[in-house]
């Protein structure tokens, strides 16, 4: 799975938007890009994932950039309840390896009243 | 639908007793992981398995152990505890590549 590097934390104000990056610049074709968060101890939850068009849920919006080396989660309206550490995960989905995912440190989002 | 369930919540151990750690899912997901997560650190993958009978190690798998006979159950025996293993205990499954994660086991060894 390729590496991520993400910045180890970022403030956000309430009601604002929060941009956060990754960059993948070793992404490989068939490698999507993941998002989970950790809400303070408790297990990760998976936020959204894509492989190279831009993708919004009900949680968030995830734009990837053209040459797929970056890519930058946005929480339209982040809320005190959305400060958790983030990981951004580039893996191959469909496949054996589908029970691995390589995390690192993320980063840490902290919202701000 | 009680998604992935782990058990103990809370676990204090003396240093060489075993036990084990138990997960179970109820979505059919084939896939099945168990992390470690140390205080202020990301999570590292134990042992994870492809389907029932099928199990194979990940970057941290000394002094643990894993059988899947079933779909639903992935335990994780810990064979001599160690202080080292001190840290709290993550199981995941999967269909695809989004994995749905337990709430975690939290284990001291003293």
């Known amino acids: 799975d390729a590496k991520t590097t993400q910045p180890p934390s970022m403030d956000c104000a309430e009601g604002r938007a929060a941009n956060l990056p990754c960059n993948h610049s070793?992404?490989?074709?068939?490698?999507?890009v993941y998002w989970y968060r950790q809400i303070h101890s408790q297990g990760p939850q998976y936020i959204i994932h894509g492989l190279k068009n831009n993708e919004t849920n009900e949680m968030a919006s995830l734009i990837i950039t053209e040459d797929r080396k970056s890519s930058t989660l946005i929480l339209p309206h982040a809320t005190l309840r959305d400060t958790a550490v983030y990981y951004c995960i580039v893996r191959v989905s469909y496949n054996t390896n589908a029970g691995k995912s390589t995390f690192g440190d993320g980063t840490t989002l902290t919202v701000k009243p | 639908n009680a998604g992935v369930t782990q058990t103990p919540k809370f676990q204090v151990l003396k240093t060489g007793q075993s036990m084990t750690l138990q997960c179970a899912q109820d979505m059919n997901h084939e896939y099945m992981s168990w992390y470690r997560q140390d205080p202020g650190m990301g999570l590292r993958l134990i042992h994870y398995s492809v389907g029932a009978g099928i199990t194979d190690q990940g970057e941290v798998p000394n002094g643990y152990n894993v059988s899947r006979s079933t779909t639903e159950d992935f335990p994780l025996r810990l064979l001599s505890a160690a202080p080292s293993q001190t840290s709290v205990y993550f199981c995941?499954?999967?269909?695809?590549?989004?994995?749905?994660f337990g709430p975690g086991t939290r284990l001291t060894v003293t």
């Open positions: 070793t992404i490989s074709g068939n490698e999507y």
């Open positions: 995941a499954s999967s269909y695809t590549g989004e994995q749905y």
